[in-house]
């Protein structure tokens, strides 16, 4: 479930963020027989340019001596290492006062001590640190329940977006935050919502407002047979 949209990264495909359990899309067999096309196209082209002499080998003359120019060079850093400093998003959630009762009730590990969360760092609001983006989800289907924004304030990070009901998360998105909730008709199951609902929100000063927003219907007649109707968790309530 996690990411919401259909089957997709981005940070995916189907929307523009997230990686969801709507099975839709995707190239199949188009693709993988466009890729052997491509192969057998590149042999047709070596096999051309190598049968232009008796021996095989075409006859080019004497191999130049100029110095080939060289492209800069890069240093790529290594995956092991980041320069972003890590928050500690699990005390964060129970130490703000304005996350719900109910989620940090539920906020519990689902194995040792690794917690259903996702963190993204990133630029959302042009702060002085990497803004923190988290979302919470439950263990078994990794269904969004919770969202949140923090940004840097100081030597502490400040709450500035929140959203806490079923079938949410939220990514960012070249500097924009996507929130994405997925939208449950009767019989539905968890895998295959009747729709969704993608917002963009941009930082405007001191807040997030919502700059565009886009509705997506699904179809009815195709998939889900297959899947077993799980409930939804029930929407948090903010005391």
């Known amino acids: 479930m996690r990411g919401l949209a259909s089957d997709f990264s981005s940070p995916g495909d189907g929307i523009a963020a997230g990686s969801g359990t709507r099975r839709r899309g995707g190239f199949g067999p188009w693709a993988a027989s466009g890729t052997a096309m491509a192969g057998l196209a590149a042999l047709g082209l070596l096999t051309a340019g190598c049968s232009a002499g008796v021996t095989g ?46 989620v940090k009730a539920d906020l519990k590990p689902c194995v040792a001590d690794a917690y259903p969360i996702d963190t993204s760092y990133g630029s959302l609001t042009d702060g002085p640190a990497p803004d923190v983006v988290v979302n919470v989800m439950t263990c078994g289907d990794a269904v969004g329940v919770a969202t ?3 940004r840097r304030d100081g030597d502490a990070y400040k709450n500035v977006f929140m959203q806490e009901e079923p079938a949410v998360y939220s990514t960012i998105d070249r500097g924009d935050l996507v929130v994405t909730k997925q939208v449950y ?20 000063g001191s807040k997030f407002t919502e700059s565009d927003r886009v509705e997506n219907e699904y179809s009815k007649a195709v998939g889900g047979d ?13 005391n």
């Open 185 to 204: 008709g009767n019989g539905d199951t968890v895998s295959y919502p009747s729709g969704e609902i993608v917002t963009t929100h941009r930082w405007a």
């Open 57 to 102: 080998v075409r006859d080019e003359g004497v191999a130049r001596n100029d110095p080939v120019a060289k492209s800069p060079a890069t240093t790529t850093p290594s995956s092991s290492t980041s320069s972003v400093k890590k928050v500690d998003v699990v005390r964060l959630l129970k130490e703000d006062p304005k996350v719900s009762k109910r």
């Open 226 to 238: 297959e899947e077993v109707d799980t409930p939804l968790p029930t929407a948090q309530s903010n």
């Open 148 to 150: 949140y924004v923090y």
